[in-house]
């Protein structure tokens, strides 16, 4: 079973900016995407960016411009998400996905095969 967890949630002012990672373990092969969501209290989950197996990259409107997701170099299974401009409204539990094998299921959590436990970030003056 593929486990994900996920690192750098917090608490920061508006403008400022975060860092999130994301660390796979036990997958069963290389091939994957993955991608970040997020959940507000009240709220249902949403996509925020995901990472399509041959790098391709989508992200919400409400965060293009000021979120960028990527992998690590040396690890394909190392994910980040680098929040900048943060906003008072990106305050949210934040989930790691992903899904091995074909196919890349973009902003759709229906796709994704694993999560993560969360971490909160919280943005606040």
């Known amino acids: 079973q593929v486990q994900l967890v996920e690192s750098g949630g917090g608490e920061v002012q508006p403008g400022k900016s975060l860092n999130l990672s994301c660390k796979a373990s036990?997958?069963?092969?290389?091939?994957?995407?993955m991608g970040w969501f997020r959940q507000a209290p009240g709220k249902g989950r949403e996509g925020v960016a995901a990472?399509?197996?041959?790098?391709?990259?989508?992200y919400a409107d409400s965060v293009k411009g000021r979120f960028a997701i990527s992998r690590d170099n040396a690890d394909r299974h190392t994910l980040y998400l680098q929040m900048s401009f943060l906003k008072p409204e990106d305050s949210a539990m934040y989930y790691c996905?992903?899904?091995?094998?074909?196919?890349?299921?973009?902003?759709?959590?229906?796709?994704?095969?694993?999560w993560g436990q969360g971490t909160q970030v919280t943005v606040s003056s």
């Open positions: 996905a992903a899904r091995y094998g074909d196919g890349f299921p973009g902003l759709s959590q229906y796709g994704y095969n694993f």
């Open positions: 036990k997958y069963p092969y290389n091939t994957n995407s």
């Open positions: 990472i399509a197996n041959d790098g391709t990259t989508i």
